[in-house]
Protein backbone atom coordinates (compact mmCIF):
# COMPACT_ATOMS: atom_id res chain seq x y z
CA UNK A 1 0.00 0.00 0.00
CA UNK A 2 2.52 2.43 1.12
CA UNK A 3 5.56 1.37 -1.40
CA UNK A 4 4.19 -0.78 -3.86
CA UNK A 5 7.33 -1.00 -6.34
CA UNK A 6 9.92 -1.63 -4.20
CA UNK A 7 10.70 -5.72 -3.57
CA UNK A 8 10.36 -7.03 -0.39
CA UNK A 9 12.76 -7.63 1.58
CA UNK A 10 15.13 -7.31 4.95
CA UNK A 11 15.81 -3.56 4.54
CA UNK A 12 12.05 -2.82 3.88
CA UNK A 13 11.20 -4.67 7.07
CA UNK A 14 13.56 -3.34 9.54
CA UNK A 15 12.11 0.06 10.34
CA UNK A 16 8.99 -1.70 10.87
CA UNK A 17 8.63 -2.88 14.46
CA UNK A 18 5.14 -5.63 15.36
CA UNK A 19 4.53 -6.04 18.76
CA UNK A 20 1.78 -8.96 19.98
CA UNK A 21 1.13 -9.35 23.66
CA UNK A 22 1.60 -13.08 24.48
CA UNK A 23 -1.79 -14.10 25.86
CA UNK A 24 -3.40 -11.99 23.04
CA UNK A 25 -5.38 -13.57 19.63
CA UNK A 26 -1.85 -12.54 17.62
CA UNK A 27 0.13 -14.49 20.05
CA UNK A 28 -1.87 -16.96 22.21
CA UNK A 29 -0.36 -19.24 25.01
CA UNK A 30 -0.06 -22.97 24.57
CA UNK A 31 -2.80 -24.90 24.70
CA UNK A 32 -4.53 -22.11 22.09
CA UNK A 33 -5.91 -24.00 19.68
CA UNK A 34 -4.63 -22.50 16.41
CA UNK A 35 -5.19 -24.68 13.35
CA UNK A 36 -7.45 -22.00 12.25
CA UNK A 37 -4.80 -18.89 12.40
CA UNK A 38 -5.31 -18.12 8.81
CA UNK A 39 -9.19 -16.66 10.14
CA UNK A 40 -7.55 -14.19 12.09
CA UNK A 41 -4.74 -12.95 9.87
CA UNK A 42 -6.62 -12.76 6.59
CA UNK A 43 -8.31 -10.36 8.51
CA UNK A 44 -5.36 -8.08 9.51
CA UNK A 45 -4.94 -5.74 6.50
CA UNK A 46 -8.91 -4.88 6.17
CA UNK A 47 -7.73 -3.40 10.10
CA UNK A 48 -4.82 -2.06 9.12
CA UNK A 49 -6.21 -0.17 5.61
CA UNK A 50 -9.04 1.16 8.40
CA UNK A 51 -6.88 2.69 10.82
CA UNK A 52 -4.88 4.44 7.84
CA UNK A 53 -7.94 5.52 5.31
CA UNK A 54 -8.65 9.17 6.98
CA UNK A 55 -4.70 9.96 5.91
CA UNK A 56 -4.52 8.22 2.49
CA UNK A 57 -7.97 6.81 1.38
CA UNK A 58 -6.71 6.90 -2.42
CA UNK A 59 -4.42 4.04 -1.70
CA UNK A 60 -6.85 2.15 0.44
CA UNK A 61 -9.80 -0.78 -0.60
CA UNK A 62 -12.99 -1.15 1.44
CA UNK A 63 -13.09 -4.32 3.74
CA UNK A 64 -13.11 -7.41 1.91
CA UNK A 65 -16.00 -10.14 2.40
CA UNK A 66 -13.14 -12.69 0.35
CA UNK A 67 -11.10 -12.35 4.21
CA UNK A 68 -11.06 -14.86 5.32
CA UNK A 69 -10.85 -17.31 2.80
CA UNK A 70 -13.56 -20.20 3.83
CA UNK A 71 -12.00 -23.36 3.93
CA UNK A 72 -14.57 -26.55 3.79
CA UNK A 73 -13.50 -30.10 5.07
CA UNK A 74 -15.68 -33.34 4.34
CA UNK A 75 -15.17 -36.56 5.95
CA UNK A 76 -16.30 -40.07 5.21
CA UNK A 77 -16.68 -43.31 3.83
CA UNK A 78 -16.75 -44.39 0.80
CA UNK A 79 -16.46 -48.46 -0.65
CA UNK A 80 -15.44 -49.35 3.02
CA UNK A 81 -12.36 -46.45 2.80
CA UNK A 82 -12.06 -43.83 5.01
CA UNK A 83 -11.48 -40.49 2.89
CA UNK A 84 -10.64 -36.43 3.82
CA UNK A 85 -10.88 -33.71 1.41
CA UNK A 86 -10.90 -30.26 1.94
CA UNK A 87 -11.46 -27.28 -0.17
CA UNK A 88 -11.86 -23.75 -0.61
CA UNK A 89 -14.10 -20.83 -1.34
CA UNK A 90 -13.60 -16.96 -1.61
CA UNK A 91 -15.96 -14.19 -1.17
CA UNK A 92 -15.76 -10.79 -3.00
CA UNK A 93 -12.99 -8.18 -2.59
CA UNK A 94 -13.06 -4.70 -1.23
CA UNK A 95 -14.08 -1.59 -4.31
CA UNK A 96 -10.68 0.69 -4.62
CA UNK A 97 -10.67 4.47 -5.16
CA UNK A 98 -10.53 3.78 -9.28
CA UNK A 99 -12.01 0.13 -9.90
CA UNK A 100 -14.38 -2.40 -8.64
CA UNK A 101 -13.84 -4.99 -6.12
CA UNK A 102 -13.00 -8.37 -7.59
CA UNK A 103 -15.64 -11.08 -7.36
CA UNK A 104 -14.98 -14.33 -5.61
CA UNK A 105 -11.06 -14.17 -5.20
CA UNK A 106 -8.90 -14.47 -2.13
CA UNK A 107 -7.29 -11.75 -0.42
CA UNK A 108 -4.93 -11.41 1.19
CA UNK A 109 -3.96 -14.76 1.14
CA UNK A 110 -3.02 -15.74 -3.30
CA UNK A 111 -5.19 -18.72 -3.43
CA UNK A 112 -7.64 -20.22 -5.97
CA UNK A 113 -11.32 -21.33 -5.71
CA UNK A 114 -11.52 -25.43 -5.80
CA UNK A 115 -12.89 -26.34 -9.04
CA UNK A 116 -15.78 -28.02 -9.21
CA UNK A 117 -14.16 -30.92 -11.58
CA UNK A 118 -11.36 -31.32 -8.49
CA UNK A 119 -14.15 -31.90 -5.59
CA UNK A 120 -16.29 -33.97 -8.08
CA UNK A 121 -13.35 -36.16 -9.12
CA UNK A 122 -12.45 -36.74 -5.68
CA UNK A 123 -15.12 -37.45 -3.57
CA UNK A 124 -18.62 -38.82 -3.71
CA UNK A 125 -19.97 -35.03 -4.07
CA UNK A 126 -21.58 -33.43 -6.97
CA UNK A 127 -22.13 -28.98 -7.15
CA UNK A 128 -25.47 -28.65 -7.79
CA UNK A 129 -24.82 -24.59 -8.60
CA UNK A 130 -21.86 -22.40 -8.16
CA UNK A 131 -22.38 -18.63 -9.38
CA UNK A 132 -22.49 -15.29 -8.53
CA UNK A 133 -24.30 -13.50 -6.46
CA UNK A 134 -26.57 -10.69 -7.64
CA UNK A 135 -25.75 -7.42 -5.74
CA UNK A 136 -23.53 -8.67 -3.06
CA UNK A 137 -21.51 -6.50 -3.04
CA UNK A 138 -21.84 -3.20 -1.45
CA UNK A 139 -22.73 -0.20 -3.32
CA UNK A 140 -20.51 2.31 -3.76
CA UNK A 141 -18.66 5.18 -6.04
CA UNK A 142 -17.13 1.87 -7.24
CA UNK A 143 -19.30 -1.57 -6.24
CA UNK A 144 -17.22 -4.30 -3.72
CA UNK A 145 -16.81 -7.71 -5.27
CA UNK A 146 -19.23 -10.11 -5.47
CA UNK A 147 -19.68 -13.33 -3.82
CA UNK A 148 -20.71 -16.62 -4.96
CA UNK A 149 -22.96 -19.28 -4.06
CA UNK A 150 -22.19 -23.08 -4.02
CA UNK A 151 -24.47 -25.81 -3.26
CA UNK A 152 -22.96 -29.32 -2.87
CA UNK A 153 -24.41 -33.08 -2.40
CA UNK A 154 -23.45 -35.48 -1.06
CA UNK A 155 -23.80 -39.41 -3.03
CA UNK A 156 -22.24 -41.03 -0.63
CA UNK A 157 -23.77 -44.45 0.78
CA UNK A 158 -23.42 -43.46 4.39
CA UNK A 159 -23.39 -39.70 6.32
CA UNK A 160 -20.35 -37.01 6.33
CA UNK A 161 -18.80 -35.02 8.79
CA UNK A 162 -18.26 -31.33 7.29
CA UNK A 163 -16.09 -28.32 8.94
CA UNK A 164 -16.83 -25.16 7.66
CA UNK A 165 -14.74 -22.26 8.95
CA UNK A 166 -16.77 -19.45 8.07
CA UNK A 167 -16.75 -15.99 8.94
CA UNK A 168 -18.75 -12.87 8.15
CA UNK A 169 -21.78 -14.45 8.63
CA UNK A 170 -23.46 -11.79 11.24
CA UNK A 171 -20.88 -9.01 10.70
CA UNK A 172 -20.54 -7.87 6.62
CA UNK A 173 -17.66 -6.51 5.20
CA UNK A 174 -17.83 -2.77 5.82
CA UNK A 175 -17.74 0.04 3.13
CA UNK A 176 -15.44 2.88 2.62
CA UNK A 177 -15.96 6.77 2.51
CA UNK A 178 -19.98 6.14 2.09
CA UNK A 179 -19.63 2.91 0.35
CA UNK A 180 -22.15 0.45 1.75
CA UNK A 181 -21.21 -2.97 3.45
CA UNK A 182 -21.49 -6.00 1.18
CA UNK A 183 -23.64 -8.69 2.06
CA UNK A 184 -23.65 -11.05 4.68
CA UNK A 185 -22.34 -14.26 3.77
CA UNK A 186 -24.79 -17.57 5.01
CA UNK A 187 -23.95 -21.35 5.33
CA UNK A 188 -27.16 -23.95 5.37
CA UNK A 189 -26.55 -27.67 6.08
CA UNK A 190 -29.80 -29.81 4.75
CA UNK A 191 -31.70 -27.02 5.18
CA UNK A 192 -30.28 -25.72 9.11
CA UNK A 193 -28.65 -22.10 9.28
CA UNK A 194 -25.47 -21.48 11.30
CA UNK A 195 -23.88 -17.86 12.02
CA UNK A 196 -20.93 -19.19 13.54
CA UNK A 197 -17.98 -21.68 12.57
CA UNK A 198 -19.75 -25.00 12.90
CA UNK A 199 -18.94 -28.97 12.65
CA UNK A 200 -22.22 -30.83 11.37
CA UNK A 201 -23.74 -34.32 10.01
CA UNK A 202 -24.73 -33.98 6.23
CA UNK A 203 -27.12 -37.32 5.46
CA UNK A 204 -27.30 -38.91 2.35
CA UNK A 205 -28.56 -36.80 -0.50
CA UNK A 206 -27.90 -34.24 2.20
CA UNK A 207 -26.97 -30.61 0.52
CA UNK A 208 -24.62 -28.00 2.01
CA UNK A 209 -25.38 -24.43 0.92
CA UNK A 210 -22.40 -22.11 1.22
CA UNK A 211 -23.33 -18.33 0.46
CA UNK A 212 -19.90 -16.52 0.59
CA UNK A 213 -20.35 -12.48 1.46
CA UNK A 214 -19.65 -9.82 -0.95
CA UNK A 215 -17.17 -7.05 -0.41
CA UNK A 216 -17.52 -3.43 0.83
CA UNK A 217 -18.39 -0.37 -1.63
CA UNK A 218 -15.99 2.67 -2.01
CA UNK A 219 -17.38 5.79 -1.96
CA UNK A 220 -20.85 7.00 -1.53
CA UNK A 221 -23.43 5.34 -4.22
CA UNK A 222 -24.36 9.12 -5.17
CA UNK A 223 -20.39 9.53 -5.90
CA UNK A 224 -19.43 11.72 -4.10
CA UNK A 225 -16.41 10.22 -1.48
CA UNK A 226 -17.52 11.24 2.37
Sequence with gaps: ???????????????????????????PRWPAPTLARHMVGNLLPSLVFAALAPVCSERIQADSGSAPIWPVRFDGTEDGRPFTVTVQYSGGQGARASKDGMS?????????????????????????????????????????????????????????????LAQRLRHAAAGLLGGEAGRPGQVRVDGQRYDSQLVATVPPGGV???????????GSPDGAAR
Excluded: Y
Aim: net charge negative; aromatic share 4%; proline share 10%.
Design 1 to 27: MLDPDTPNNAGCARPIHITAPEGSILN
Design 104 to 164: AVSFPANASNTPVEVLESIAPLVILEKHLIPDSGGAGTFRGGMGQRIVVKSLAAGPLKVSI
Design 208 to 218: VDLELPGGGGW
